[in-house]
């Protein structure tokens, strides 16, 4: 089978709020967003990487809330808002007292006031701890209704590559679309005044940001930042989201449209941003870096380039730092992205977000065998440090898989050393995917399961090792596996592609949608691909099941890559340096 690497990255961290009010559950703001492929949560930007999934709203309210009687005090939830990496539930006490309380990962604060198994407690940036009694009866509360919870881990803003597939995507019903393609034809037409009033006028006729920012990133595209950071403004006060939360994301494109036509004004909206969201950006510079990676991944390079160089000093900005690897990224020169990695790392050794995005500019090279090949040894660095690293040990696997690094020999010395030591994730996800090209399905499967668990949030693993089960005939649980991993299927088009093949001999039609979702999704956004074999045999094979023809699952090994200068002799990385 030629392997198609999954082209995945995630969101910048910018998503939503979502308000859940404990008297009225309904009334909460729908989550949105979008990556490479679309995450069941986006990520902060605070070093932890830990997510709240969506639809998780109704627990958290169950967690926190006292009922009538309120909590030891007499202090009573107000509300719950679910942010991007944490959730604050706000308290009312007598005379009108309020409190809040952040939940958070374990991993995220150093100084909890309480941890229970999933959960850190700490006060809200700007409120007061919270009285002991009534500490301990929200953690008896939030430990009653915290089993089943599961964080889900995704790339960190810092670490998003500029890709355009990236890009913001918006809720449009057919009439904003209609006036949107307008402002589009009038902006492309040089007409700044009806541009700008059609898309004030948009912005107007709805009760949430999406058509607003819409418009805006039609402004910016069409040489009217000024135009664009106006009509934002205009909807955010208009809406009474200038410092809400849950606009957080219209707040970032206004920023960008102020940077990208220049403003004066944009340090200041910066640290308007960095007070609001102290986790997001500890300091200001990191909120305006947020913005500019708008402007990035709508390919304004040399914009982006100017502000972001206009941000350094004498003393390294993390944030800083890494967008300006992202913006040699971004300009495809290699020397470029190595000057920027190696100052990054000088700065902040071993940082996984720059291994990672240095990695990821050789990755997306495809099948440049010497690009796959000094991935391979960058990556290698990080899975030294972080093998957990979110989304990365799918992509490190195809690195090694198309980049010619599991061929019998490799794959037999990573048994040997996944046998030997039974904490080592990446020795058994690697020596599981050689097994599997080699159609030994039941030696596979321990393999790659001892990989899926150590990595629950990546799909690639588990998506091996249910077609590892299909092959052996366990067909049932193969089933199951793929169907859980529905989820995943837009940021990993390969799980449509494993599921057409599982129903083809006995649910055509579903046979037939999976393959035409494959289809959709892989060439309709022009996703990375390591050879177009698999792509021809698709559309193929889809083609003869329109004709209710069954062609047989065939898995041929990867396509061949060009021969060039040999790998080290060192291999994989071994080592027993691993994060806990």
């Not at 957990?388 to 040997?416: C, D, H, M, N, S």
Request: charged share 30%.
């Amino acid at each position: 089978m030629t392997v198609i690497g999954p082209c995945r990255s995630p969101n910048d961290g910018d998503w939503p709020m979502r308000a859940v009010h404990p008297l009225n559950l309904p009334v909460m703001l729908a989550l949105v967003g979008a990556l490479w492929a679309i995450p069941v949560s986006a990520a902060p930007a605070d070093g932890s990487g830990y997510v709240i999934p969506k639809g998780s709203d109704k627990r958290f309210l169950k967690m926190t809330n006292p009922g009538r009687r309120g909590f030891p005090g007499g202090w009573k939830l107000e509300g719950v808002q679910i942010r991007v990496g944490s959730a604050v539930a706000t308290y009312t006490g007598r005379g009108g007292k309020k409190i809040g309380v952040e939940l958070t990962h374990p991993a995220v604060s150093a100084t909890p006031l309480a941890v229970t198994e999933q959960f850190a407690l700490v006060a809200e940036p700007g409120s007061k701890a919270p009285p002991a009694k009534f500490l301990k009866a929200l953690e008896r509360l939030i430990e009653k209704y915290e089993k089943g919870f599961r964080w889900v881990r995704q790339v960190r803003s810092a670490a998003v590559p500029p890709d355009r597939l990236n890009r913001a995507r918006y809720r449009l019903n057919a009439k904003q679309r209609k006036l949107l393609d307008q402002t589009r034809e009038l902006a492309r037409a040089g007409e700044k005044g009806p541009a700008s009033k059609l898309a004030l006028g948009l912005a107007k006729r709805t009760k949430h940001p999406d058509p607003a920012r819409a418009a805006a990133e039609v402004l910016r595209a069409h040489g009217l930042p000024g135009e664009a950071a106006r009509v934002l403004g205009a909807n955010l006060g208009r809406l009474g989201l200038e410092r809400d939360p849950s606009a957080h994301k219209a707040r970032l494109e206004r920023l960008a449209s102020m940077d990208q036509a220049g403003s004066k004004k944009s340090a200041a909206v910066a640290e308007e941003i960095a007070g609001d969201f102290p986790r997001l950006y500890p300091v200001a510079a990191c909120a305006r870096v947020a913005g500019l990676q708008v402007l990035l991944r709508e390919g304004r390079i040399k914009v982006a380039d100017r502000v972001a160089s206009s941000l350094v000093g004498d003393t390294p900005i993390r944030c800083v730092a890494l967008f300006r690897l992202k913006v040699a990224m971004a300009a495809g020169e290699d020397g470029p992205v190595d000057g920027a990695a190696t100052k990054v790392l000088e700065a902040f050794p071993d940082d996984r977000d720059a291994l990672f995005l240095w990695g990821t500019h050789y990755y997306k090279k495809g099948r440049e065998k010497q690009a796959l090949l000094r991935a391979a040894e960058i990556w290698d660095r990080l899975a030294a440090v972080n093998p957990r690293y979110p989304t990365f040990i799918g992509q490190y696997g195809t690195v090694y898989l198309v980049g010619g690094l599991l061929g019998a020999e490799a794959t037999l010395k990573l048994k040997a050393r996944a046998l030997a030591k039974p904490d080592d994730m990446v020795a058994a996800y690697l020596a599981g995917i050689g097994l599997y090209y080699q159609r030994r399905y039941r030696e596979v499967i321990p393999f790659l399961k001892r990989a899926a668990d150590a990595v629950p949030d990546d799909p690639r693993a588990h998506m091996y090792l249910a077609m590892a089960h299909f092959f052996d005939g366990d067909r049932k649980l193969a089933a199951r596996m793929l169907e859980a991993l529905d989820h995943h299927a837009y940021q990993e088009p390969d799980i449509y592609y494993c599921r057409s093949l599982f129903y083809r001999d006995h649910d055509l039609p579903r046979a037939i949608r999976e393959m035409e979702k494959f289809l959709e999704v892989f060439e309709g956004e022009n996703r990375l691909r390591f050879g177009q074999e698999k792509v021809d045999k698709a559309r193929d094979d889809l083609e003869r099941m329109r004709k209710g023809e069954v062609p047989d699952v065939h898995l041929a090994i990867p396509d061949p890559l060009p021969e060039g200068q040999p790998y080290p002799a060192r291999g994989p990385v071994d080592t027993d340096k691993r994060e806990p």
